[in-house]
């Protein structure tokens, strides 16, 4: 297929390369330039000044930005955004991890120039984004699903239409929720063992073989017990996405506490500058508050 990707970070520069391993034509369009160019070099396509250059190129539009407001600028903004240069029939899919709310009113906005659109966030952190075997939760309509699924395969997996418009955001946010709690109650664990004086190499091999286990306990427990925050998935990414599913647990009218006491934890990792660490480095306030460190 003809497709732009507008976004070249730590997971879309990945997601890009393996759409181009299978095949596809790709444009690609970065914020920083010099980051599109080094890419290209590397793997081919063409580099764009704006997305509607990219998106003049292509019949589908793949967005992988941080936020919602990014997301809105990138596919709409005035003159330059995706919007004004996409073709006609073309599919646009954001693989950002951004608010329902948001992806549901650009969904609205983009119709309303004739262009069709799909949210398709994913998670499986930079490794997976590398092998091409992310996890994408899709949401939208069928024929739209159809039509990118090749794509999606080449970039994930497990690859799961979830719903209408707005649900892979929904899915995704809850799953974070879940690991960024996960990953907490991984590294207070840690925490007391250490201080109780157990072999932590038993701990995690029992915890990994039995009911404790998880795919954090499995991923994190090492780098925490290293103190290795080398990033796969930056800190203050994952409180973005504990906050935005509260703010959907509120509208909703039901509590989420235990995403609620992460999102404190989080938050207190990114006001001592571990924002851009991953986020296993919440285990560095755990430790402060414990009084203990691990070793």
């Known amino acids: 297929m003809d497709v732009a990707f507008l976004g070249l970070g730590i997971m879309g520069s990945r997601q890009a390369a393996n759409l181009r391993r299978a095949g596809h034509d790709l444009a690609v369009w970065n914020r920083t330039r010099e980051t599109a160019e080094t890419w290209a070099a590397e793997h081919g396509g063409e580099v764009c000044d704006t997305p509607a250059d990219a998106a003049a190129r292509a019949d589908v539009v793949i967005s992988m930005v941080v936020d919602g407001p990014m997301v809105e600028d990138v596919l709409l903004r005035d003159e ?69 699924k090749p794509l999606f395969e080449a970039m994930g997996k497990l690859i799961v239409h979830v719903g209408p418009l707005g649900h892979g ?94 999102a404190e934890v989080y938050a207190a990792g990114s006001e001592r500058g571990l924002g851009n660490a991953d986020f296993a480095a919440v285990l560095e306030v755990l430790e402060d508050s414990a009084g203990h460190r691990l070793t």
Do not use: W, Y
């Not at 955004?81 to 006609?88: F, K, L, P, T």
């Not at 659109?117 to 998670?123: G, L, S």
């Not at 092998?131 to 990118?148: H, N, P, V, W």
């Open 80 to 148: 330059d955004g995706a919007v004004h240069g996409a073709r006609e029939g073309a599919l646009f899919v954001d693989m950002s991890t951004i608010a329902p709310a948001d992806t549901r009113r650009i969904g609205g906005r983009l119709a309303a120039a004739g262009v069709r659109f799909m949210d398709a966030p994913v998670t499986g952190s930079s490794p997976k984004a590398a092998d091409g075997t992310l996890t994408i939760m899709a949401g939208g309509e069928a024929d739209d699903f159809q039509r990118a």
């Open 169 to 262: 955001e929904m899915v995704k946010l809850l799953n974070n929720a879940v690991a960024a709690v996960n990953a907490a109650t991984v590294a207070e664990a840690l925490i007391v063992g250490s201080k109780a004086g157990v072999d932590l190499d038993a701990l995690q091999q029992v915890m990994g073989a039995g009911s404790g286990g998880s795919a954090m306990l499995e991923l994190k427990a090492g780098p925490m017990r290293s103190h290795d925050f080398s990033t796969l998935f930056k800190l203050d990414h994952m409180l973005k996405d504990v906050r935005l599913c509260l703010d959907e647990a509120r509208a909703a009218g039901v509590p989420f506490a235990a995403a609620e006491q992460a």
